[in-house]
C-alpha cells in the first residue's frame, strides 16, 4: 500500500460524495437543468432573426433614389420606420432610450453629390448592445443600399470592384463597438455553465463538512487531505460531462450550431476545464470559514471569468492589464479551445497551446488547496 | 506492553489569547478506563483533542500509544477510537454507509464483514438503510460507537458519549465499555454523569483548563478529607437554611425528604449537628461522601484558592 495515497481510502471518498450527491435532489437538478435554461435564454436572442426593428430615418435630401431607398428598406421587412424624428437630438434620443434599433440619417445633398460622383457619407448608428439581434438587419442594410444604387443606375459596375464605392455608410455601433457573432455564444455559453457550476459546487464541499461538524471526524481519521479533494471533486467530472451533453446537443437541436471538430478531442479539452475549474472551487473549499464565504469567494471568480474571457466583451478590446488578467482564467483558454475546435474544427496541435495553461492552472491551485486544507481544527 | 497509554506532561491551549487547557499533565494506564469530569468548558473536550492530535499544543509534550502527540498525529490516528462529543457522522448517508465508509477509511481488511459484525453487536442491522440524520439521539450514539469501534482501536477517546441517552441504554453503553476494558482496550471517557464516574477506574477533574485532582473514586474521596450527615425525619426550608449556616457545614444538598450535609471538619460538624438536634427529633447517619459533593468541595477549594 502506498504511503502517500490509498486507493482504498480515495475510492471511499469518492463512493461517498457520489451517495450524497445523489441524495441532494434539488442540486442536482439545478446542475441539469440549469444549462437548459441558461442554453434557451441566451439562445433564444441568438436564434431568433430579428425583423421589423424600430428604426428611425433622418433625410436631408428628398429625391426619387432616397425615396427608394427608404421603400426597399421598409420591403425588407427587417426595419419598421418610426415617424421621422424632428432633430438629431432627438434622434439620438430615441436611440438612447431604446426606442430604436438604428437611425439612418441621409445628409443633404446626398444625391447630388452621389451624381457628381463623389463618396458622400450615410451615417447608420446602431445600437448593438444587443448585437446578435442587429447582424443580420445591418447586412441586409448594405445589400439593399448597393441594389438600390444600382437600379438608379448610380452604383459602379460590379465588374470594376476595384473602383471604390459610390457612397460611404459608416455604421456606428453604439454600446458594443465589436460585434459578438451568434456561434460564438453556444460554445462559450458551455464554458460559462462549467465554470458556475464546478467552481460553486465544489466550494461548499469542505466548508459543509466544517459547519456540519463532520471535518472534526474526519480529520481524526487517516485520510490524508489530498485523497479527500480529488475524492470530491470526481463526481463532478461526471456532472460537468452531463452539462456539455446537455449544452451540445441543445445547441445542435434548437440552434443548428454546427459541430466542425473532432468530439474526442472537445471532451478531452472539457476535462481539462472541468478539473481546473473544481480545483478552484475546492481551494476556495478550504481558504473560506463557512459557506457564506465559500460563495462569496465563488462570485468573486465568476465576475472577472465572464467579463474578462472573451465571453462578454471580444478578447482584443479590452485593455492590455485586463488582457493579462484574462489570460490567466481558464476560461479564457476553454473559450479559444472550444471556439477552435466547433466553429473552425481545429485539431489537436491548433488545441494544445490552450490545453497547456489550463494544466498549469490546475497544478498551481491544486498544490494551494492541498497546502491549505485544514489539518488540525486550530 | 503494559504501562501508561496516555503520558502527557504540561500540556497548553489557548484560543484568542484565553486559555481552554493549562498545564495538563496525566498518564493513563492501559486496560484502565479513565473518566474526564468537569463543569461546562472546563477543557476536557479541548483536551481529548489534543491527545488525538486534533489540536496542536501551544506548549507542553506528550505521548499517546507510544507515540509523540506533536509529531506522529498521523500514526496516533490510526490506531485512536475517537467518538466526537456532537455527532459527526454524515446524516445524508445511511447507517450502513456511514460505517462502510469509516471502515474504508482506515483501510480495514474484508469491511464488508466487519461492518455486518459491527451491526450485529450494536443492535443495528435493523436500522442498516436508515439515514443516520433521521435516527433518534440514542442510536445516533451507538452509530458513532460502533464507527470508531470497526478498526479495533487500542484506545478509545469518548467524548460525552451517553449525553441524552436514556438510563438502560446507558447501562448497556457502559457495559459495552467494560467489556472492551476487558480486552485490553484503554478508554478515556468524559461524561457529566456521577453514576458513570463512579464505574470508572480512575477520574480526573477539570475547572477552569486545569487538572484539580486525579485518581481513583475512592482515593478522591479519602483525599478531600470530607465528612457527610444524611439527616432524616421531617424536613423543611427553615431547617435547611438554619443547617447551612453552620460554621462547619460547607454544603447542604435535599434529595427527597433528606438532607446531606457535608464538611470537611469532622468533629466540628458533629458537635454542631447534634446541637441543632437538641430540639427536634432528626435522625442522624454518617454516610460515605458522594462523588457530586467531592468535585463540589473540589471545584469550592479551587475558586478559594485563586480568590
Ligand atoms: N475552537 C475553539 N475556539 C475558541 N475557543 C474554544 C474552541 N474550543 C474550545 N474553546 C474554549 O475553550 C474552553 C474549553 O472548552 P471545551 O470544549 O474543551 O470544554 P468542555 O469541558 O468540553 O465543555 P463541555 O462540558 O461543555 O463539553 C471553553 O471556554 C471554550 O469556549
Ligand atoms: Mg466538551
Redesign the pocket.
Known amino acids: 500500500m502506498n504511503r502517500w495515497l490509498s486507493w482504498t481510502r480515495l475510492v471511499a471518498v469518492m463512493r461517498k460524495e457520489f451517495i450524497q450527491m445523489r441524495r441532494d435532489r434539488m442540486s442536482f437538478a439545478l446542475m441539469v437543468f440549469v444549462p437548459v435554461m441558461q442554453l434557451v435564454l441566451f439562445g433564444y436572442a441568438l436564434n431568433n432573426d430579428p425583423r421589423h426593428l424600430p428604426t428611425a430615418i433622418i433625410s436631408g435630401d428628398a429625391t426619387s433614389v432616397t425615396r427608394s431607398l427608404v421603400a426597399a428598406l421598409q420591403n425588407s421587412g427587417y426595419f419598421k420606420l418610426t415617424t421621422p424624428p424632428a432633430s438629431h437630438a432627438e434622434a439620438s434620443r430615441l436611440l438612447e432610450l431604446g426606442r430604436v434599433q438604428f437611425v439612418i440619417d441621409i445628409p443633404a445633398g446626398f444625391t447630388r453629390q452621389l451624381m457628381r460622383g463623389e463618396t458622400p457619407v450615410l451615417r447608420v448608428d446602431v445600437d448593438a448592445a444587443d448585437p446578435v439581434a442587429a447582424g443580420n438587419a445591418i447586412t441586409t442594410l448594405l445589400q439593399l443600399s448597393q441594389q438600390v444604387l444600382k437600379q438608379e443606375r448610380l452604383a459602379v459596375p460590379a465588374a470594376s470592384a476595384t473602383v471604390k464605392p459610390p457612397f460611404e455608410l459608416r455604421l456606428h455601433r453604439r454600446y458594443n463597438e465589436e460585434g459578438v457573432t451568434a456561434y460564438n455564444i453556444v460554445p462559450g455559453l458551455m464554458g460559462v455553465i462549467l465554470t458556475l457550476t464546478m467552481v460553486m459546487m465544489t466550494a461548499l464541499g469542505v466548508t459543509r463538512e466544517l459547519e456540519r461538524g463532520t471535518l472534526e471526524n474526519l480529520l481524526a481519521t487517516p485520510v490524508l487531505p489530498h485523497e479527500v479533494l480529488m475524492g470530491k471533486m470526481a463526481p463532478y467530472i461526471i456532472v460537468g460531462y452531463i452539462q456539455v451533453g446537455v449544452v451540445l446537443l441543445g445547441a445542435e437541436v434548437l440552434f443548428q450550431v454546427p459541430m466542425a471538430g473532432s468530439l474526442g478531442l472537445l471532451s478531452f479539452g472539457v476535462l481539462a476545464f472541468i478539473v481546473a475549474n473544481l480545483t478552484v472551487g475546492i481551494t476556495f473549499s478550504s481558504l473560506a470559514r463557512n459557506m457564506t464565504q465559500a460563495m462569496q469567494m465563488s462570485f468573486f471568480f465568476m465576475l472577472p471569468s465572464i467579463l474578462l474571457s472573451g465571453f462578454m466583451f471580444p478578447y482584443r478590446g479590452m485593455p492590455e492589464w485586463a488582457q493579462w488578467l484574462g489570460e490567466v482564467l481558464p476560461l479564457t483558454h476553454f473559450l479559444r479551445l472550444v471556439r477552435g475546435i466547433v466553429l473552425k474544427g481545429s485539431g489537436a496541435a491548433d488545441v494544445w497551446p490552450h490545453v497547456w495553461p489550463l494544466l498549469v492552472f490546475t497544478g498551481v491551485v491544486l498544490a494551494l488547496g492541498v497546502k491549505r486544507y485544514r489539518r488540525t481544527?486550530d | 506492553m503494559s504501562g501508561a497509554i496516555i503520558e502527557v506532561e504540561g500540556l497548553s491551549k489557548s484560543?484568542?489569547g484565553?486559555f481552554?487547557?493549562r498545564n495538563l499533565s496525566m498518564s493513563v494506564r492501559q486496560g484502565e478506563i479513565f473518566g474526564f469530569l468537569?463543569?461546562?468548558?472546563?477543557?476536557?473536550?479541548?483536551?481529548i483533542r489534543l491527545l488525538c492530535g486534533l489540536l496542536t499544543p501551544d506548549a507542553g509534550q506528550g505521548r499517546c500509544l507510544g507515540f509523540d502527540i506533536r509529531r506522529h498525529a498521523r500514526e496516533i490516528k490510526r490506531r485512536v477510537g475517537y467518538m466526537t462529543?456532537g455527532f459527526s457522522y454524515y446524516e445524508d448517508l445511511s447507517v450502513r454507509e456511514n460505517l462502510e465508509f469509516i471502515a474504508s477509511i482506515y483501510e480495514v481488511q474484508n469491511p464488508h464483514l466487519v461492518v455486518q459484525r459491527a451491526l450485529e453487536q450494536l443492535g443495528l442491522t435493523p436500522r442498516q438503510k436508515q439515514l443516520a440524520g433521521a435516527l433518534s439521539g440514542g442510536w445516533k450514539q451507538r452509530l458513532a460507537l460502533a464507527a470508531c469501534l470497526l478498526h479495533e482501536p487500542k484506545l478509545l477517546l469518548l467524548?460525552?458519549p451517553t449525553a441524552g441517552v436514556d438510563p438502560q441504554a446507558r447501562r448497556e453503553f457502559w457495559n459495552e465499555i467494560h467489556r472492551l476494558a476487558a480486552q485490553g482496550v484503554t478508554v478515556l471517557v468524559?461524561t457529566?454523569y456521577m453514576d458513570e464516574a463512579e464505574r470508572c477506574h480512575r477520574l480526573a477533574y477539570?475547572t477552569d483548563?486545569r487538572l484539580l485532582a486525579q485518581g481513583a473514586p475512592s482515593e478522591l474521596m479519602a483525599a478531600s478529607g470530607l465528612v457527610t450527615w444524611s439527616v432524616g425525619g421531617g424536613h423543611d426550608r427553615a431547617l435547611e437554611q438554619r443547617l447551612r449556616e453552620l460554621p462547619a457545614v460547607e454544603d447542604v444538598v435535599s434529595f427527597g425528604t433528606t438532607l446531606y450535609v457535608s464538611g470537611t471538619d469532622a468533629a466540628a460538624l458533629e458537635t454542631q449537628l447534634t446541637a441543632v438536634n437538641a430540639d427536634r427529633g432528626l435522625v442522624y447517619r454518617r454516610v460515605s461522601p458522594r462523588l457530586e459533593d467531592v468535585f463540589v468541595h473540589l471545584m469550592r477549594t479551587a475558586a478559594e484558592g485563586h480568590a
Do not use: C, R, Y
Not at chain 2, 38 to 47: H, V
Open positions: 481544527l | 484560543f484568542d484565553k481552554a487547557v468537569g463543569p461546562n468548558g472546563s477543557g476536557k473536550t479541548t483536551s462529543q467524548d460525552e468524559s457529566h477539570m483548563g
